[in-house]
Every structure is written in structure tokens, then in C-alpha cells.
């Protein structure tokens, strides 16, 4: 169990860029593989992305590819989320979350607050 706090999330314009980061708590974070989930009004939370405990393995729903980016850093207990090319479609609230495994994410085991981001037109 880790305890996840997001933040970088904000208000841009179609066409430009936000860095989200979710700091954990204690030393366990590396244990754990990384997601990045997201949720508007009216739809189901989905996956976005997805990093490994090494970081040598990540995942990418379709729609973000070649777009958003995401890291983290051992170091600080950190994982981000870069977002280029942001899209009004884009617009929800962001959540980090744990879990064993890269391709256990159907489980997870710990949630973030959640972050809003919104593109405007």
C-alpha cells in the first residue's frame, strides 16, 4: 500500500502541453508498476498509460500515442505524465494508481486524489 497525491493539472488551450506528477509516499514505490487513469463527466474511468517497476516497459491507450509521455523517477517517488498536442477530448480528471504488475491494472491496488485537466478550443 502507498499513499499517491497528483498535481499539474490545469487549464491550456488546444494545442499545448501539461506535465502531470504523482508523488508517493514511503519506500515501496518502486515495488510497484504505474498508471495514469482518466474520467470526464458522464463516461467511465479508462486507462491512459502505464510504466513498469524498471521502467524498461510502457503502455499507451490508442488515443494518446505518440502525444503523452510517461516516466518516473525512482529517486523522488515520482511518476509523470507528459501531454503534448492536448485535444478538448483530452478534458477529465487524471488518477494515478499502483498495481503488481504492468499487466494487472484490471486490480489496482491504490488511488490518487485525481487532477482536473481541461482544453479549452
Known amino acids: 500500500q502507498v499513499q499517491l497525491a497528483e498535481s499539474g493539472g490545469g487549464l491550456v488551450q488546444a494545442g499545448g502541453s501539461l506535465r502531470l506528477s504523482c508523488a508517493a509516499s514511503?519506500?515501496?514505490?518502486?515495488?510497484?508498476?504505474m498508471g495514469w487513469f482518466r474520467q470526464a463527466p458522464g463516461k467511465e474511468r479508462e486507462f491512459v498509460a502505464a510504466?513498469?517497476?524498471?521502467?524498461?516497459?510502457?503502455r499507451y491507450t490508442d488515443s494518446v500515442k505518440g502525444r503523452f509521455t510517461i516516466s518516473r523517477d525512482g529517486a523522488k517517488n515520482t511518476v509523470y505524465l507528459q501531454m503534448n498536442s492536448l485535444k478538448p477530448e483530452d478534458t477529465a480528471v487524471y488518477y494515478c494508481?499502483?498495481?503488481?504488475?504492468?499487466?494487472?491494472?484490471?486490480?489496482?491496488?491504490?488511488w490518487g486524489q485525481g487532477t482536473q485537466v481541461t482544453v479549452s478550443s
Open positions: 494508481a499502483t498495481a503488481r504488475g504492468i499487466g494487472y491494472f484490471s486490480e489496482v491496488a491504490s
Open positions: 514511503g519506500r515501496t514505490f518502486s515495488f510497484y508498476a
Open positions: 510504466i513498469s517497476a524498471s521502467a524498461s516497459i510502457t
